[in-house]
């Protein structure tokens, strides 16, 4: 793969640049990563919100599961058209996750290279030692053979080439991809994304085991990585998951907000109208009888009520019973 490799001499160079202009190893690989991260920068909030919205969407997809599950053709047609109602394409955090991947391994194997000696210079490195004890000059080879191009002390770390003595890096790198996966699950979630984020924990143990076998060069590079991602996580989405352990954090935040759950929606328009009908239709109806009242209180006749009937039969009667009295005392 000659691409690849002039892509990863191409990225060691830019490293061994920073190098020198740094004076420090450790130095050099937190600028190398933080210029990585943002020449990627486009590539990841494209993918983030990509999976953002698609998290968002999930309460609505199964809304619409639960309506069309037996009309498969109907499904498809309400799916694509809450995408497009959301503006939502289904594909778009694969492509700049795939776009940035090559990216991010070519990073890693140029911090790899630098930080380490390959068995081929461990095996120089005792030819040369051997011919050292024999007395023959091999120049300043023998002084450079076997150290990796990145070594040096930085913080705590003796030599970036070999592993963390103390530990920490690997702590580290396990605590921040813990905090990466929780930001990047919602805060509410159903049983399916519970299941897949327990899941998706077994990455930091991965990642901490890493550490304890890879260069801490490699392993400091994976730290700033992951302190960055955090970052990102909270600019584009909040503090996710996150905030249900850690009851301190504030729920919101992000640029792009969560969109409420299609049943939520429906609870806050029901509560809505339940309130306005609760406090309006009384008004209403009295407002309606106030008004029909006028009219319907000078007519009489077909538009008489039986009370009203019966009074005005009650005096015709009384005056027909009187001439009768009248003639029997006659």
């Keep these: 793969m000659p691409i690849w490799l002039a892509f990863v001499e191409f990225l060691q160079q830019v490293l061994l640049t920073f190098y020198r202009w740094t004076g420090s190893a450790g130095f050099a690989i937190i600028l190398f990563t933080i210029v990585a991260r943002i020449v990627i920068l486009p590539l990841t909030i494209k993918s983030l919100q ?16 639960r309506k069309y599950g037996k009309d498969p053709q109907k499904l ?3 799916t694509m058209r809450l995408y497009r109602e959301y503006k939502v394409n289904p594909v778009g955090g694969c492509l700049p996750m795939l776009l940035q991947l090559p990216i991010f391994l070519g990073v ?3 911090v790899i290279n630098l ?6 210079e461990h095996a120089g490195s005792a030819m040369l030692r051997v011919l050292n004890e024999q007395g023959i000059a091999v120049g300043v080879a023998s002084a450079t053979l076997g150290q990796p191009q990145l070594a040096g002390s930085f913080l705590w770390l003796p030599d970036l080439g070999k592993t963390d003595p103390y530990y920490i ?15 990047a699950t919602p805060r509410v979630q159903d049983p399916q994304q519970k299941a897949m984020m327990q899941s998706m924990l ?3 143990i991965v990642f901490g085991y890493i550490g304890f076998i890879f260069p801490s060069g490699a392993v400091l590079y994976w730290v700033v990585g992951s302190i960055l991602s955090i970052i990102q996580q909270y600019v584009i989405s909040g503090w996710g998951s996150l905030a249900n ?3 301190f954090l504030p729920t919101d935040g992000g640029l792009f907000p969560p969109v409420p759950p299609p049943s939520v929606q429906a609870a806050a328009s029901s509560t809505g109208s339940g309130s306005a009908s609760a406090t309006d239709e009384p008004a209403q109806k009295v407002d309606f009888w106030e008004v029909l009242r006028p009219l319907t209180e000078p007519r009489s006749g077909a538009g008489e009520s039986p009370a009203q009937s019966t009074e005005s039969a009650a005096p015709s009667e009384v005056r027909q019973a009187a001439p009768r009295r009248r003639r029997v005392r006659k």
Excluded: D, G, W
């Excluded at 990509?50 to 599961?65: A, C, G, N, V």
């Excluded at 890096?169 to 930001?183: D, G, H």
């Design 108 to 110: 890693y194997q140029a």
């Design 50 to 65: 990509s999976s953002r919205k698609m998290q968002e969407l999930q309460p609505h997809m199964k809304e619409l599961q």
């Design 115 to 120: 930080t380490r000696v390959s068995p081929a």
């Design 202 to 204: 077994i990455l930091p």
């Design 245 to 247: 352990y850690l009851k």
């Design 76 to 78: 498809q047609e309400e």
């Design 169 to 183: 890096l690997p702590i580290l790198s396990v605590i921040f991809q813990l905090i990466v996966q929780l930001m």
